[in-house]
């Protein structure tokens, strides 16, 4: 069989029986989508995004503390558990398109991709220029290039991947001229009051100019690639990570790696809150303004944190979703999960809505306890629940189903 033919057996696209859906995976993608709601809040909210100044020394003890469990726990945890789940499911994904319709596999995955960049564009334009469903479909393109290099180049990889925000603080501190430092500032700042004058202030049709004005700017204007090209290494990282755990089937043949998956839980907690705390310590201490050697520890640390927290997370999560003593708790969760598409975009227009003064004009009212219970709330009591309430009469969230129509044609629906 060849080309889009879809094979009557098993057909391209055609939704996976309960049976065959991994019970894990879902589940993990459902904690995802907790930890990106409580990691983006504060950007919706209007809290400075670069410069936030000194103002932590003033607010109340449970905002500090609020702020730390925050920094610690869920920012960049999420959004890499978010790049290593993409990169699992591309595995799984592209084995089961070949298996039913090898000629064409890589043609249809390369539609999934290209539909997925369309949604993070509009997206990213539309509501809010944070998006990263589009930084997620240019590395699937590279995720393809390399799916038959070996497990030690993947590594490589890693490494290379892992160490390159380091290396790039290095150079600044280095290399970069005041004057180009400086420009550096003045982009952020920039960016800092567009956003605070247009979300903050504006009407809607405000919003998507500067959305656009944003997002567009971080890929032209020079000043910003090196910024924009760390955004694809950090998410790199995980991606390959995901790669390595889709190819070795952690997932999928889950009991054959219970001992290597127990013992990856406590060495990448152990490593995660280590390199967390002293990331901590260092951006306490730092200028992010000015280049120097704490701002490279900072970000060697911070790199390190969010691939030793994610990776417990994972291991932590499969290991309970295999208990069948907390299986039942954590089916809503997995119900959130298996509509990943529509409740990551969901987010966006329920916070956008609550925030954005187009909304409900909450803008820059929020603290770090509101912020961190507001995400909570949201997740738990709208998400989870829409959630499970959709998947008792559809196959598919309204934008998954989109998605695959794209994809596919209404032959795999």
């Not at 200028?287 to 704490?294: A, F, H, T």
């Not at 990776?311 to 208990?323: D, G, N, P």
């Not at 975009?345 to 909304?359: E, K, M, P």
Request: glycine fraction near 10%.
């Amino acid at each position: 069989m060849s080309g889009n033919t879809l094979d009557r057996r098993e057909p391209v696209g055609a939704p996976l029986a309960p049976g065959e859906r991994l019970f894990a995976l879902d589940v993990i993608r459902g904690f995802a989508l907790l930890g990106i709601l409580v990691m983006n809040l504060p950007d919706f909210s209007g809290a400075p995004r670069f410069f936030g100044g000194d103002t932590q020394a003033a607010w109340p003890l449970a905002d500090r503390i609020a702020d730390t469990v925050r920094s610690l726990f869920f920012d960049g945890k999420f959004n890499s558990l978010f790049s290593f789940l993409f990169a699992l499911g591309f595995t799984i994904q592209l084995d089961r398109l070949q298996r039913s319709n090898s000629a064409g596999a890589t043609k249809i995955y390369l539609r999934r991709l290209l539909v997925l960049f369309i949604f993070g564009v509009l997206h990213g334009c539309l509501l809010w220029p944070g998006d990263v469903l589009h930084v997620y479909a240019v590395l699937g393109l590279v995720l393809l290039a390399i799916r038959g290099f070996s497990d030690r180049t993947i590594f490589m990889l890693i490494a290379i991947s892992l160490s390159m925000p380091g290396l790039r603080s290095l150079a600044l501190l280095l290399l970069a001229s005041p004057a180009a430092n400086q420009q550096r500032v003045d982009f952020l700042d920039g960016i800092e009051r567009g956003r605070q004058i247009a979300f903050g202030q504006g009407s809607y049709g405000a919003s998507v100019i500067e959305s656009t004005r944003q997002f567009a700017a971080f890929y032209i204007n020079p000043t910003a690639w090196s910024m924009t090209l760390m955004w694809f290494f950090v998410f790199g990282t995980t991606m390959l990570i995901g790669l390595l755990a889709g190819r070795w089937r952690w997932l999928q043949n889950y009991h054959d790696h219970v001992g290597a998956i127990r013992r990856l839980q406590w060495w990448s907690l152990a490593i995660g809150l280590a390199t967390a705390g002293m990331a901590t310590v260092a951006e306490s201490a730092l200028d992010p303004k000015q280049p120097s050697l704490v701002w490279v520890a900072y970000r060697i640390c911070y790199g390190l944190a969010r691939v030793g927290i994610m990776l417990f997370y994972v291991s932590t999560i499969a290991r309970m979703a295999h208990s069948a003593r907390w299986q039942d708790l954590l089916k809503p969760l997995a119900a959130a999960g298996r509509l990943p598409l529509t409740n990551y975009l969901l987010q966006t227009v329920l916070c956008t809505t609550i925030f954005y003064h187009w909304g409900m004009g909450y803008w820059g009212k929020a603290t770090p306890v509101t912020e961190l219970a507001l995400a909570f709330g949201l997740f738990f009591l709208v998400q989870v629940p829409l959630s499970v309430l959709w998947l008792r009469h559809h196959r598919f969230g309204p934008m998954e189903y989109l998605w695959r129509m794209l994809t596919y044609g209404r032959g795999s629906l």
